[in-house]
């Protein structure tokens, strides 16, 4: 940062809302005074073409009314202004308005006023030309040689130069490879055009090819200007500078020397006549705008260049002389003479902030206010020190997660799902099966006690759940602010989520920049997944939950799916779920006892989890605390390490189609060399059926990419079902053993470390990793397995026999009385208790 700022002479703002850019501003004596007075002339993007002629009264004044000569609105847009000798017969100097379609020279006079309003100024318009073509910016200069007046040169939006010789069109020509339009400029020593192409290269074009290059029949304005005939341009040299240019300048102080500046987005070059690089500067902040102009050092260039950071930075060619500080943003910089006073630096931002000012040294300090010095108790600060050593020991000694601070005064987060479903289902024309799907709709209310910016709320519900939308923003809101948003859910897909539990999140920022996350789950219903369905008497899975009270009627628990049930089957229902899957609850006459039955393996989780659920909340509302359930039945491992096998099948399936897709796609691009080497043989040679080993290739490919895309759907509804079969073990797991939430929450992060399967990292390596680290820490027999080095590095398994040597392992450990836990104070040895039945029965280690 620099230390000084530029002094202000004169400043104003131009209009409302108004926009500019570097071509808006120029400075020159445009009224023909003779007296080498400069006056400002700005253009805008809404039209408004104004003149300034400031004269402060003291050195910082703002703009008085009689500062501005003229003020008209031209209704198109000015894409920039040059004053020049554009008009034939005279010498005078004009200004040249470029707008998007059209071209206009104007002549600026002032008339003496002799009352108190002043001088009287008016433009008068010369002449004008209509493009056919949407005009970018353009150049002027004694094009050819040309003595006592100026051409204009336009490029337009699609690389056509169009030369205007005064009154009449002279021609256009595309320059070749031409993709979008950069900064142009004109040297009068090597007569030619200089231009930076889409190609990151600086090129110059010689006038003369240019002119030499128009057909010889003459043609139509408009035609000519539609068309740009003319034979094939060349260009003279080139230079690769490997960036955009900003813009390009022509110094020329004398007719031996003359220097091309270019302006990077990084750096910026000065150039010789031949493209030859003179010197180049890497600049450290993204350059805006800049200005070459004379030195008092010869041979050297001085060159003034603004960046994004509200600075102005004097150059000598290479050598930073000078910074200083601008109150806003320049995009245009230009230097001249005003009032006497020579020298003035204009800049102008793309809002309209115009400011002369000069350099000098007015500095900008910043003195630190005194700090109150006292002396240093140092028998308080070694107590203080070690209550906050035996704070942190604490700390480091227990779970190992920090306590969560929620600043629920901030903001307050609630959502609430609807009871009932959507009048009109937000389904686009979605069938599952023969059903049709329906929606729920949720209500996410924010309150919030201060002001907060930038609040991000998003939803995240378990595929193949789908939201109608699940980004909400809000850029602030005021203190004692409640905002309220909806949106529906329904299912997309023939099998069922892992999970009814949506999540939904807040990330915002405090007054004070700190930024927060707040989070609020809500539960979907079972019935926007499930309908009633008939009971079924047979089925190959089933699992018996046990309670310690007695059994609760199943229409109290599921009133929402009672109407296909009979009166004599008051303890038996059926669940038919959108896939087709059908699971059947029954609930014992006599012991205790709720059976949950499917003929898949992962169906029974939603239900056995809201069958627990809805215990709790009914022996809740009658006032009895003392209700657990418990598994006492063989735990179901060989199920659930078929659906392991069958999602390890896909994904080495997987890997093998994309192998076979990389060799087709090696294959088919070596066909392609050498057919293409076949073709540009000069001596025709026979294709030896290349054409068709090319076009069966092609065909394999197409294959493999199908099958590869229809492996990944398979896969994806493969996690999705070993997900909900693992959260089936884990509350199996947590009923038989009695675990706590702690424990139930250790085998959660366990067994499910991923929320999505990839083939880098895949669950089986994860799941084994962490299984192995538990049997090595909390679960382990004795020191030399503790002692044992875990892989730190996950890859795919040859096979899933390890995995499930460990998973089986781990339920081993469980029944002789592990305990689950992450302190490492309590990776001892522990004491293991062989209860009486173990439902491991017939799973071996």
Known sequence: ?????????????????????????????????????????????????????????????????????????????????????????????????????????????????????????????????????TACNMTYGSF??????????????????????????AFGRFLPGSLLPGPLAYSSRTDSFITVSSCRQVESYKYQVLALATDADKKQETEQQKLGSGKRLVVDWTLNIGEQAIDICIVSFNQLVSSVFVLGERNFFCLKD?????????????????????????GTVNTLIGNHNNMLHVYQDVTLKWATQLPHIPVAVRVGCLQDLKGVIVTLSDNGHLQCSYLGTDPSLFQAPTVESRKLNYDELDIELKELQKIIKDVN????????????????????????????????????????????????????????????????????????????????????????????????????????EGNAVVSYSRPTGIPRVIQCKFRLPLKLICLPGQPSKTASHKLTIDTNKSPVSLLSLFPGFASQL??????????????????????????????????????????????????QEYFEKQGIKDFACSFSGSMPLQEYFELIDHHFELRINGEKLEELLSQRAVQFRAIQRRLLARF???????????????????????????????????????????????????????????????????LEATFLPLQQDTQELGWEETVDAAISHLLKTCLSKSSKEQALNLSSQLSIPKDTNRLKKHITLLCDRLAKGGRLCLSTDTATPQTMVMPEASPLQGVSE
């Not at 980004?471 to 099998?495: I, N």
């Not at 001596?683 to 092609?698: K, N």
Request: glycine share 6%.
């Open 566 to 615: 009979e009166d004599h089957q008051v303890n038996v229902m059926g669940f038919r779920f959108l896939g087709g899957s059908r699971v059947t609850l029954l609930a014992s006459k006599t012991s205790q006892r709720y059976r949950i039955q499917s003929e898949q393996f992962e169906d029974l989780w939603l239900i056995t989890n809201e069958l627990i659920i809805r215990l």
């Open 680 to 746: 540009k043989d000069k001596t025709p040679a026979p294709l030896q059926h290349l054409d068709t080993l090319l076009d069966e290739t092609y065909k394999q490919i197409i294959a493999l990419a199908d099958a590869v895309e229809e492996n990944q759907g398979n896969l994806f509804q493969s996690f999705t079902r070993l997900k909900s079969a693992t959260h089936l073990v884990i509350l199996l797991i947590g009923l038989w053993q009695k675990l706590s939430a702690d424990q139930i929450a250790i």
């Open 274 to 298: 031949n493209g030859q690089i003179r010197f180049m500067k890497k600049l450290d902040c993204s350059p805006s705008c800049f200005l070459p102009y004379c030195s008092v050092s010869e």
């Open 144 to 169: 050819g040689g040309v003595k006592g007046r100026d051409l204009i040169c336009i490029q337009s939006m699609d690389g056509m130069l169009m030369v205007f010789e005064q009154k009449s069109y």
């Open 397 to 500: 000694k227990s779970q190992g997660v920090w306590p969560i601070t929620e600043r629920e005064d901030d903001l307050k987060v609630s959502a609430m799902v609807s009871p009932n479903f959507d009048s009109v289902s937000q389904v686009p024309d979605i069938e599952v099966g023969a059903d049709l799907v329906p929606s729920v709709t949720v209500k996410v209310t924010l309150q919030n006690r201060v002001a907060l910016q930038k609040i991000r709320l998003s939803i995240y519900v378990q595929p193949p759940l789908v939201l109608t939308c699940d980004q909400f923003t809000f850029e602030f809101m005021a203190p004692e602010m409640t905002r309220t948003v909806s949106f529906s859910v329904y299912l997309k897909g023939s099998y069922t989520p892992p999970e009814l």
């Open 1 to 133: 940062m620099s230390l000084f700022k530029a002094r202000d002479w004169w400043s104003t703002v131009l209009g409302e809302k108004e926009e500019f850019d570097q071509g808006c501003l120029c400075l020159a004596d445009v009224d023909n005074t003779g007296t080498g007075q400069d006056k400002i002339i700005v253009g805008s993007f809404m039209g408004y073409l104004r003149i300034y002629n400031p004269h402060p009264v003291k050195t910082g004044d703002g703009a008085q009314a009689e500062d501005l000569l003229l003020e008209v609105h031209l209704r198109d847009p000015i894409l920039q202004v040059e004053v020049g000798k554009f008009v034939s017969g005279t010498e005078m100097l004009h200004l040249a308005v470029l707008h998007p379609r059209k071209l206009c020279v104007y002549s600026v006079s002032g008339t003496l006023g002799f009352v108190e309003h002043g001088d009287q100024y008016q433009i008068k318009l010369m002449y004008e030309h209509n493009l056919q073509r």
